[in-house]
């Protein structure tokens, strides 16, 4: 199982940025797939998930009305669409692949490398 996201990057404060992830190696349509981001000294957390079923999503509170999580079955991609970005978005992000449950880290067997998203003041 491979779990690629694209290139992060740095962006003001305000602005939006989108990240792809791209999946092989597993029946895409049969995982949920999550976005997690990890700030320096702080824990991995919670994003975004966007269940295999139904396509339902749910988002962290922090994130709630200024990030989208989609995706296209059959390109076995996901996207997070990030708009209204501020600092406290600052992290490493990951996007996750899950067939149980959704909300922790340590349900989630196959993650990406992880990319950068820093957004300036």
């Known amino acids: 199982v491979q779990l690629v996201e694209s290139e992060g990057g740095l962006v003001q404060a305000g602005g939006s940025l989108r990240l792809v992830c791209a999946a092989s190696?597993?029946?895409?349509?049969?995982?949920?797939m999550g976005w997690f981001r990890q700030a320096p000294g702080k824990e991995r957390e919670f994003v975004a998930v966007i269940m295999w079923i139904g396509s339902r999503t749910y988002y962290a509170d922090s994130v709630k009305g200024r990030f989208t999580i989609s995706r296209d079955n059959a390109k076995n991609t996901v996207y997070l669409q990030m708009n209204g970005l501020k600092p406290d978005d600052t992290a490493v992000y990951y996007c996750?692949?899950?067939?149980?449950?959704?909300?922790?880290?340590?349900?989630?067997?196959?993650w990406g490398q992880g990319t950068q998203v820093t957004v300036s003041s």
């Open positions: 190696g597993l029946t895409f349509s049969t995982y949920s």
């Open positions: 996750a692949a899950s067939r149980g449950e959704i909300l922790s880290p340590a349900d989630y067997p196959y």
